[in-house]
C-alpha cells in the first residue's frame, strides 16, 4: 500500500520536473505566434489569433538559410575530419606496435583537460595570421583538433575490444593495412561511430565561443552566433519576432532529436560507461 | 601480426595527420599565451615585455576578483546543488514504469541539446521583470514580493544565470547517473535485502560506491564546463549589470576583445588553465582512486 502511494508521488513529482524542462519551450513557442499587443497581455494563454507574421518578418530580417547552410558546412567538415583522421590515430595507438603509443594517448587526454576558452587568445591570433579567419577552414580546423581527444579516446577503447583475429584473417587474405584498415575493422565499429557522429554534430552545431571570436563576417556565421547577433541588434522590444527566429534555429536539432532520440541518448550516455 | 602491419610508414600516416593538427591548434598556442601573458599586446603586434604587470594588474581589479567568484559560485551551484538532484532524480527513475522513463528522459534530454544561444534567450524572456514567465508565475499565484529584477539586480544575477545554466544540464546528468545505476547488477541488491538492509542504506553502500566511475566522469565534466561559462553571460548579461556576473572566460574575453589588452587577457588565461589543471589533478587524487569489485 504504502509503496504504491510512495511511487505515485514520485511519478507526479517526475512529471512536474519534466514540465520545468519542457515548458519554456513551450512558452516560446507560444509567443512566436502572438502579435504584440496581445502578448503583453496575455503572457501565458494560448494565442486568440495565430499570427505569422513573425515568421514571415523573421525570414526577411533573420539570414536563416545563410546562418543554416554555414552551420552545416561546419558540422559536416568537423565531422568528417574528426572520423577520419581520429580514427586512424586511435587506430594505430590501440593495435599497432610503436614505442610511443602510451605517451600519445596521455597526450590526447591532454585536450580533454584544457578547454577550448584557454587559448582562445592565441588561437584568433594564429588564425589571423594564417590568414584564413572568415573562411570555413578557419573554423573548421580547430573545431576539429578539439574534438579529436574525446572522439580518439572513445574509439581506442573500441578498438581494443575488437579481437585480434580480424587482422590476421585479412593478412592471410593478401590485405596490407590501409585495405584491412579501411574494409574490414571500419565498418565493424559502425556503432562507435554512429555514436560519435552523434556526439560531434551535438558538440558543433551548438558551439558558440569558438565560433563566435574566429567568424566576424556575416556570411560566415553558423547558427549560433547569427542568432546571438540577431538578438542584440533587434534589442529587447520585438520578442515574438525573437521568439520565432529561436524555433526556426532549433527546428533542425529538433527534428534529429526526435528522429534519433535513442540513438542520441545511447551516444551522450556512452561516455559514461565507458570509462 | 602487428609486426607486418606497423611498418614506419604506416604508422606515420596513421597517427601523423591527427597528431600534428592537435599539437598545432590545441597544445601550441599555450605557449604564445604564456609569452603574451608577459607582454603589452593589442591582437595585432606586442608592443614589448612589461614583465609582471599584466598580472599585478588583474590581480588588483575588482572585476577580476568578482569574476572569479562568480565562477566559483556557478561550480559550487552545479556541483553541490546539481549533482545530487540528477543522482536523486536518477535513482527516483528507476523505480518507475518504462512510461514515465521515457518522458522524464526525453524532457530532460531537451535542454541539453538545445543551442546556449536559444537557452540564453529563452530564460532572458524568463527572467524579463514586466511580463516574463517567472515575475507573471509568481504574481498569478499571488507572491508578487517575491518579484525580482532577476538580470539587473547586482546580487542575484550571477544565480540568475546559473540556473539558466543547470537547467540545460540537470536532465542529461540525470540520465548519465540512470545509466550508471542500470550497469549495476541487481544480484547486489537481493543479496542485501536478504541481509536486512533498506533502501536508504543499499542506496549509500552499493549504489554510490560502484558509481564511483560515472560520479567522477560527471564531477569532471560538469566541473569544467561550468568554470568555462562564456556563452550564457555574453548573451545573457554581457557581463552585466557592470561587471557584476562576469565570469573568468568572460573577463579574459573583455579583457582582449573589447579592451584590446590582449596581454591581459592572456594573463587571465592562464590563471584560468592552472586553475583546471589544479582540479582536474585534485579530482584524479582524491575520488575514485581504486576500483570496488564485490
Redesign the interface.
Known amino acids: 500500500m504504502r509503496n504504491r502511494a510512495l511511487?505515485i508521488a514520485?511519478?507526479i513529482?517526475?512529471?512536474i520536473?519534466?514540465?520545468?524542462?519542457?515548458?519554456?519551450?513551450y512558452?516560446?513557442l507560444n509567443?512566436s505566434f502572438k502579435s504584440k499587443e496581445e502578448?503583453?497581455v496575455t503572457?501565458?494563454a494560448l494565442p486568440k489569433q495565430w499570427i505569422t507574421d513573425n515568421y514571415t518578418n523573421a525570414f526577411h530580417s533573420y539570414n536563416f538559410l545563410v546562418y543554416f547552410k554555414n552551420s552545416l558546412i561546419y558540422t559536416a567538415g568537423t565531422l568528417v575530419l574528426i572520423l577520419f583522421?581520429?580514427s586512424?590515430?586511435a587506430?594505430?595507438?590501440s593495435?599497432?606496435?610503436?614505442r610511443f603509443s602510451k605517451y600519445?594517448l596521455s597526450?590526447?587526454s591532454?585536450?580533454l583537460?584544457?578547454?577550448?576558452?584557454?587559448?582562445?587568445?592565441?588561437?584568433?591570433?594564429?588564425i589571423?595570421d594564417l590568414n584564413i579567419q572568415n573562411t570555413y577552414i578557419g573554423l573548421i580546423?580547430?573545431l576539429?583538433?578539439?574534438g579529436?581527444?574525446a572522439c580518439?579516446l572513445m574509439l581506442y577503447a573500441f578498438f581494443r575490444s575488437l579481437p585480434?583475429e580480424l587482422?590476421?584473417a585479412a593478412?592471410i587474405d593478401g590485405c596490407n593495412?590501409?585495405q584491412?584498415?579501411f574494409r574490414i575493422i571500419l565498418p565493424i565499429i559502425k556503432p562507435a561511430i554512429a555514436t560519435q557522429c552523434v556526439l560531434i554534430f551535438?558538440n558543433v552545431?551548438?558551439e558558440?565561443?569558438l565560433s563566435?571570436?574566429l567568424v566576424t563576417k556575416e556570411a560566415y556565421r553558423p547558427?549560433?552566433?547569427g542568432?546571438?547577433n540577431f538578438?542584440m541588434e533587434i534589442g529587447?522590444t520585438d520578442?515574438g519576432l525573437?521568439?520565432a527566429a529561436?524555433i526556426l534555429?532549433?527546428l533542425p536539432?529538433m527534428i534529429v532529436?526526435a528522429s534519433a532520440?535513442e540513438q542520441?541518448?545511447n551516444a551522450?550516455?556512452a561516455?559514461?560507461?565507458l570509462? | 601480426?602487428?609486426?607486418?602491419?606497423?611498418?614506419n610508414t604506416?604508422?606515420f600516416?596513421?597517427?601523423f595527420?591527427?597528431?600534428f593538427?592537435?599539437t598545432?591548434?590545441?597544445?601550441y598556442?599555450?605557449f604564445?599565451?604564456l609569452v603574451?601573458s608577459f607582454q603589452k599586446h593589442n591582437?595585432?603586434s606586442s608592443q614589448g615585455f612589461v614583465g609582471f604587470e599584466n598580472y599585478n594588474e588583474i590581480f588588483s581589479s575588482k572585476s577580476f576578483w568578482k569574476a572569479n567568484t562568480n565562477t566559483f559560485i556557478i561550480v559550487l551551484l552545479s556541483t553541490a546543488v546539481g549533482l545530487p538532484i540528477s543522482l536523486l532524480?536518477a535513482f527516483?527513475?528507476d523505480?518507475?514504469?518504462n512510461g514515465?522513463r521515457r518522458?522524464?528522459?526525453?524532457?530532460?534530454?531537451?535542454?541539453?541539446?538545445?543551442?546556449?544561444?536559444?537557452i540564453?534567450?529563452?530564460?532572458?524572456?524568463?527572467y524579463?521583470p514586466?511580463?516574463?514567465?517567472l515575475n507573471?508565475l509568481l504574481r498569478?499565484i499571488g507572491l508578487e514580493s517575491l518579484t525580482q529584477q532577476w538580470l539587473t539586480d547586482r546580487g542575484i544575477v550571477i544565480f540568475s544565470v546559473a540556473v539558466a545554466f543547470l537547467?540545460q544540464y540537470i536532465?542529461?546528468n540525470t540520465?548519465?547517473f540512470y545509466?550508471?545505476l542500470k550497469?549495476i547488477p541487481k544480484t547486489y541488491y537481493e543479496a542485501a535485502l536478504m541481509d536486512g538492509a533498506g533502501p536508504v542504506k543499499s542506496a549509500l553502500m552499493i549504489t554510490i560506491p560502484l558509481l564511483q566511475?560515472?560520479i567522477?566522469?560527471?564531477l569532471v565534466i560538469s566541473i569544467?564546463g561550468s568554470?568555462?561559462m562564456?556563452?550564457h553571460v555574453?548573451?545573457m548579461t554581457g557581463g552585466g549589470p557592470g561587471y557584476f556576473s562576469r565570469t573568468i572566460?568572460y573577463e579574459?574575453?573583455y579583457k582582449?576583445?573589447m579592451s584590446s589588452e590582449?596581454g591581459v587577457?592572456?594573463a587571465v588565461?592562464v590563471i584560468?588553465?592552472l586553475q583546471?589543471?589544479l582540479i582536474?589533478l585534485v579530482l584524479n587524487r582524491f575520488v575514485a582512486r581504486e576500483k570496488i569489485e564485490f
Not at chain 1, 520536473?17 to 519554456?24: E, L
Not at chain 2, 514586466?130 to 514567465?133: A, F
Open positions: 511511487r514520485i511519478r513529482l517526475l512529471i520536473i519534466g514540465i520545468f524542462f519542457i515548458f519554456p519551450l512558452w516560446m509567443m502578448f503583453y503572457p501565458f583522421l581520429g586512424m590515430l587506430y594505430c595507438l593495435r599497432m606496435e610503436w600519445a597526450y590526447i591532454l585536450g583537460v584544457i578547454p577550448v576558452n584557454v587559448v582562445m587568445i592565441p588561437l584568433f591570433i594564429m589571423i580546423i580547430p576539429f583538433a578539439f579529436l581527444s580518439v585480434k587482422e590476421e593478412c593495412v590501409y584491412s584498415y551535438m552545431w551548438n558558440f565561443p563566435y571570436i547558427l549560433t552566433v542568432l546571438a538578438f529587447v520578442w525573437i521568439g529561436m534555429s532549433s536539432t532529436y532520440s542520441i541518448e551522450l550516455t561516455g559514461a560507461i570509462k | 601480426m602487428t609486426r607486418f602491419f606497423s611498418t604506416s604508422i600516416i596513421f597517427a595527420p591527427a597528431l593538427i592537435f598545432a591548434f590545441v597544445v598556442p599555450l604564445p599565451e603574451i591582437g595585432f532524480l527516483l527513475l523505480s518507475q514504469t514515465t518522458y522524464f528522459k526525453a524532457a530532460g534530454m531537451l535542454p541539453a541539446i538545445l543551442s546556449v544561444t536559444v540564453a534567450q529563452m530564460w532572458m524572456a524568463i524579463e514586466q511580463w516574463g514567465l507573471s498569478a537547467w536532465g542529461l540520465l548519465l545509466t550508471g550497469s566511475e560515472v567522477k566522469f560527471v569544467l568554470m568555462g562564456f556563452a555574453e548573451v572566460v579574459l574575453y582582449a576583445f590582449f587577457g592572456s588565461a584560468y588553465v583546471c589543471i582536474t
